[in-house]
């Protein structure tokens, strides 16, 4: 009553005035995470990718030749192309609005959607060039189309006024766009030009057609200043300079191009590189439609069945019995890839990319990369048998390891005074084996009954782990939590340390999804991080991602991460009959078995978080974990200071 007398609404009047409707740039500035992946120094980054990767689509199509990068000294970034330049005419649906304003100003509006205008390209969300306005501060586009130039100017994702002719172009063709993201989002994030200038090169090796120029204002004394790249060698051209002078068991790399469209009848192609060498660990670095792809997906998966196919097949043929024994682990020690495909409407998994997940894909590269493979091995005998005898090797020595692993872990097991709450698993050898560290006994009871009996093992903690940067040292050695998990894990601290006796190939995180959780996965790195950084570094870390919400409507079961994942879902509708019912986990402990299991246990249907340490920038990771969780407590009030205006909500 005191509510309705003081003229503030009823809070239990929830009708449909209740309900907020956010326009597209606002639910973008509320959540760039699902847009972007976060407001961290990669998705900052990821900005200008986004802008390129629209200019690349011109240049993959035929229409550009030219893309230009300036990074300007007041942080402001131009990317510029000689395109057709985006459409300035009304837009038939909306007659008052330009089609550039449209694409602009509204998610899911683009010209990649239909396959007319581009039959491949990197951008087929429509989010791209939306998403950058709606988290910059300034836009300016300006478009030479028609013999005209004309400009537009947003802020915000808002519009400063009407597209407009600002002068004549009789010469000039293409679109311009420069912008600056928005402090409020990102805070205190600059631009690096090394990282931007890697981009730019390695984008002209994805598309030998294409010559991109980089200039740079802001000089930090690696980077140059001016440069022009275009590699008519493509991708092998990228991986000899890659590699330089390192002795490698091909003279030159096996290389080469298929055009799906002459081989399947279907729009696109696969390109690729590959080499081993001795002299240094292997890598792949996979692309789809010139976007890069660091987790890899179905068209690394098809690249490296081509290989190992075809490597196995010239085993038989020169009658090397050994070579059945190679598999895609020994391809990939001193083996060194390059692997770029362009499919039609590509399938990623998440905004950034990061992952394909089109099927037809794996299909698509492996037949084109296995018949070239095979006379490329038929052709070039001298390499061919010294790349074979080099994994036939490899595959001997993980063997070898293997063996020894799994007779030092039986041995080891047998004097090992394992924990009392470790329930291991009952696999000896390490491969493929997975800790979960749980909260407490609650949460350690579900994920029993859930766990594969054979690979996973559990070690519930009692209680928050020890802050192992914010204590004495001689706490360190006293601590039972941080006793139990040396033990479980078989390994020494800090100098003692010796990856080679990890006992478990997985060591999961896995508390709940609240605010206690999270400091607890917090401490857990921290003392992962201090006392057994190889164990990150060779990537064996990692988090779970158990969901928050559960929601049923009949027979139709759904999980969400989050509360955006719930509302999106909710709005999306779950596909069966009947009133939506939400049900809310408030940890570990409170879900069954079943639940458990099938989002966060079983490999087939879960999610992993893979902890690592940005390889650009170790020294930054080390300041910002012993500026969060050190013994100064006004190094975390600063901190607090500086990025609270970032906060989005409290979630409590």
């Known amino acids: 009553m005191n509510d309705l007398l003081s003229g503030r609404p009823d809070p239990n009047d929830y009708n449909a005035a209740s309900i907020e409707v956010l326009e597209d740039m606002e639910h973008v500035r509320l959540r760039p995470g699902m847009y972007i992946g976060g407001t961290d120094d990669r998705a900052f980054h990821h900005l200008v990718a986004e802008i390129v990767d629209n200019s690349m689509d011109e240049a993959v199509a035929g229409h550009a030749t030219r893309i ?22 009304p ?118 057609g294409v010559e991109i120029r980089w200039k ?159 006379n490329w091995l038929a052709a070039d005998t001298k390499s061919a048998g010294a790349i074979l005898d080099f994994l036939v090797l490899r595959a001997e020595e993980r063997l070898r390891r293997r063996q020894e692993k799994e007779t030092a872990r039986k041995s080891a097991t047998k004097k090992l005074r394992l924990p009392g709450k470790l329930t291991d698993c009952s696999q000896s050898a390490r491969e493929g084996t997975e800790l979960f560290i749980v ?40 601590n039972a939590e941080i006793s139990d998990l040396s033990q479980a894990l078989g390994v020494g601290l800090g100098a003692r340390f010796v990856l080679d006796d990890l006992r478990y190939d997985k060591v999961i995180i896995m508390t709940d999804a609240d605010v206690d959780g999270a400091h607890i996965a917090a401490l857990l790195m921290t003392f992962f991080f201090t006392q057994m950084r190889p164990m990150i570094d060779a990537g064996h870390l990692y988090l779970a991602c158990p969901p928050l919400f559960r929601l049923t409507q009949g027979a139709k079961r759904v999980y969400c991460l989050d509360e955006a994942e719930k509302i999106r879902m909710l709005e999306k509708g ?22 458990l299991k099938d989002t966060t246990m079983n490999p087939a249907t879960r999610t992993l978080i893979r902890v690592t340490i940005d390889e650009d920038e170790p020294g930054e990771t080390e300041d910002l974990v012993e ?23 409290l979630d409590v």
């Open 91 to 208: 837009h038939p649906k909306f007659p008052k609005k330009s089609a550039l304003e449209i694409i602009f100003c509204t998610l899911n509006a683009g010209g990649k959607f239909s396959g007319d205008n581009y039959e491949t390209s990197g951008g087929l969300n429509g989010v791209g060039a939306s998403v950058v306005n709606a988290l910059s501060d300034f836009v300016r586009v300006e478009v030479a189309r028609n013999k005209k130039l004309y400009a537009i100017e947003f802020r915000r994702g808002v519009p400063q006024g009407k597209l407009e002719i600002v002068g004549a172009a009789p010469n000039r063709r293409g679109t311009t766009v420069t912008f600056h993201p928005d402090a409020d989002i990102f805070g205190h994030l600059k631009f690096k030009p090394a990282r931007l200038y890697k981009m730019a090169k390695s984008k002209a090796y994805l598309f030998s």
């Open 216 to 374: 740079s204002g802001i000089d930090d004394g690696e980077t140059p200043l001016e440069a022009s790249f275009h590699f008519p060698g493509g991708l092998s051209d990228y991986l000899m300079e890659t590699l330089g002078e390192a002795t490698t068991y091909a003279e030159r790399p096996f290389a080469g191009t298929v055009n799906f469209r002459e081989k399947f009848n279907t729009p696109g192609k696969v390109e690729w590189a590959i080499n081993w060498t001795p002299a240094r660990d292997g890598f792949i670095q996979s692309y789809c439609n010139t976007v890069p792809t660091p987790e890899g997906g179905t068209h690394e998966a098809g690249f490296w069945a081509a290989i190992l196919k075809g490597i196995r097949a010239y085993g038989e043929l020169v009658n090397n019995r050994k070579a059945a024994q190679i598999t895609r682990e020994d391809l990939t020690t001193g083996g060194s890839a390059l692997v770029s495909c362009f499919i039609r409407e590509p399938e990623f998994v998440g905004q950034t990319k990061d992952r394909l997940a089109t099927v037809e894909a794996q299909k698509l590269v492996e037949n084109s990369v296995r018949d070239h493979f095979d």
């Open 627 to 649: 500026r969060l969780m050190g013994k100064k407590p006004e190094k975390r009030f600063e901190y607090i200071q500086e990025n609270a205006r970032f906060v989005e909500e």
């Open 574 to 595: 779950l596909g069966g009959k009947g009133r939506i019912d939400v049900s809310r986990f408030k940890g570990l402990g409170e879900m069954d078995a079943k639940d």
């Open 68 to 89: 230009e990068i300036e990074l300007h000294e007041n942080g402001h970034v131009t990317v510029r192309d000689n395109g057709r330049g985006i459409p300035v005419d």
């Open 439 to 478: 909260e407490g006994d609650s949460a350690g009871g579900s994920a029993k009954m859930a766990r594969n009996r054979k690979t996973q093992a559990l070690l519930p903690l009692r209680g928050k782990i020890l802050n192992v940067l914010g204590a004495a040292s001689s706490k360190l050695t006293t």
